[in-house]
C-alpha cells in the first residue's frame, strides 16, 4: 500500500523510536481532566497496543475506516436539544480535581 514501511532498518528503528516516545509521552495525557484530551490519548494507546501486538496489517483498514466518512459540523444550538438525564447534576464534579503536570 502507498505510504507503507519498507521494512528498512531505519524505518524500524524510526518506528521503534515513536513508540517509546508515544508510550513515554501519552500517560500524561491519559490522565488529563481534559476529557477531548483523555480521549484521544486512550485512542492513541490502543492503536499503539495494536502495532505492537503485531497486528499492523489489520491496523491500516481500520484507521481508513475511521477517516472513511465526511464529519459535518454540529449545529450550535444542538447541545441544548440533548436531554440531561434523569439524576446527573451537571454542576457536580465527577473527578477528583488533580494539578496537571507540565
Known amino acids: 500500500p502507498a505510504g507503507a514501511s519498507s521494512g528498512a532498518p531505519a524505518d524500524e528503528e524510526l518506528l521503534g523510536n515513536l513508540h517509546v516516545l508515544f508510550e513515554e509521552k501519552l500517560p500524561v495525557f491519559e490522565k488529563s481532566t ?46 441544548g436539544k440533548v436531554p440531561v438525564p434523569e439524576g446527573l447534576d451537571l454542576d457536580e464534579r465527577f473527578y477528583d480535581e488533580v494539578e496537571e503536570e507540565e
Open 34 to 79: 481534559l476529557l477531548e484530551v483523555q480521549e484521544r490519548a486512550c485512542i492513541c494507546s490502543q492503536i499503539l497496543q495494536i502495532s505492537r501486538e503485531g497486528q499492523a496489517a489489520n491496523l491500516h483498514p481500520q484507521l481508513q475506516a475511521l477517516f472513511a466518512d465526511e464529519l459535518n459540523p454540529v449545529a450550535p444550538k444542538a447541545q
